[in-house]
């Protein structure tokens, strides 16, 4: 099985469990936006994450996921939909720090003191959105607390990317159990159990486990129905059109400016790292248009900002 999520309930209905693999699609992502290893690990773990998150939801859900912390990396933002679709990218790619004192990849510190930001789109009016403080910067831990803290639903995660030396991406995936209002106490020590005994879920993946081997072993056995798999892959839905708006913004003036260049304006897509180019006819078309009163899809300015 390649990267996919693999989801189901166990023990009696009362713990939910979510698994992933990612290692193909953060290192995907670790490709297009040349990631170094301390940020191709904060990236992949938001990616991950991300995935995870949004596997929650209706296929038609959208999930985005913004760390944003004062460490070299910046802002670190991830968009994930229902039916496996995922893309982000991080301010500032380039961030390969010291192993921390464990010999990780740290982190925690490329990350830094901030925020974490959950927006979940399920195509109502008004997004949930739920903002809670950085625990370490680690992203796992600061998943789990967003989860308890956010949504009141205690969790534990776990989420893992493993880096070779000349920088490729060798494993990545990671795990959501949340257990739901009522469960008694010797469920959750039977979950402590399992996840005391866990190894690293970088080395673990690395080791050959996929999706559904991580949640036979997190559910103990305890499964109630058919584990259901969600292939997930890094993927862009931007084209053209979606890009006008942010040259729209820019206003009349810059646009009539650049359409004089005689050049083409080129346009990169923030996620997948796609150019557009735009003619000269093209931008003083848009100059126009921008005299008019802006009209932007809601969508868009996520897509460019
Ligand atoms: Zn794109």
């Excluded at 490709?31 to 690990?41: F, L, S, V, Y």
């Excluded at 848009?286 to 868009?300: C, E, I, R, V």
Aim: with cysteine; hydrophobic share 40%.
């Amino acid at each position: 099985m390649g990267d996919a999520i693999t989801r189901a309930v166990g023990f009696g209905g009362m713990v939910r469990v979510y698994t992933g693999v990612t290692t193909q699609l953060v290192d995907q992502a670790q490709r297009i936006h040349d990631t170094w290893p301390t940020a191709t690990a904060a990236f992949g773990r938001v990616l991950t994450g991300a995935a995870l998150m949004a596997a929650m939801g209706d296929p038609e859900d959208r999930l985005t996921l913004q760390v944003v912390g004062d460490g070299p990396v910046g802002r670190i933002l991830a968009v994930a939909d229902g039916t496996g679709h995922v893309k982000g990218y991080v301010d500032e790619p380039h961030v390969d720090l010291d192993l921390n004192v464990r010999g990780k990849l740290d982190v925690g510190r490329a990350v830094g003191k901030g925020q974490i930001c959950v927006i979940r789109d399920a195509g109502l009016r008004e997004p949930y959105r739920g903002v809670v403080e950085l625990v370490s910067g680690e992203i796992g831990e600061d998943l789990a607390n967003y989860f308890l803290v956010s949504e009141q639903t205690p969790s534990a995660v776990g989420v893992g990317v493993r880096v070779a030396p000349d920088g490729h991406v060798l494993a990545a995936g990671g795990f959501i159990i949340q257990v739901l209002p009522g469960a008694d106490d010797k469920i959750i020590s039977a979950l402590e159990a399992i996840i005391n005994s866990l190894p690293d879920v970088s080395a673990w993946i690395a080791q050959g486990a996929d999706s559904r081997r991580m949640l036979e072993v997190l559910l103990g056995g305890e499964i109630d129905s058919e584990p259901e798999d969600l292939p997930v892959a890094l993927a862009c839905d931007c084209n053209k059109e979606r890009l006008l708006g942010a040259l729209i913004s820019l206003g009349p003036d810059e646009l009539h400016n650049l359409a004089a260049e005689g050049k083409d304006a080129e346009l990169v897509c923030h996620f997948c790292r796609t150019t557009y180019y735009f003619t000269p006819g093209e931008l003083s078309d848009l100059a126009k248009q921008a005299q008019k009163p802006a009209q932007q899809p809601g969508s868009f300015k996520q897509d460019v900002e």
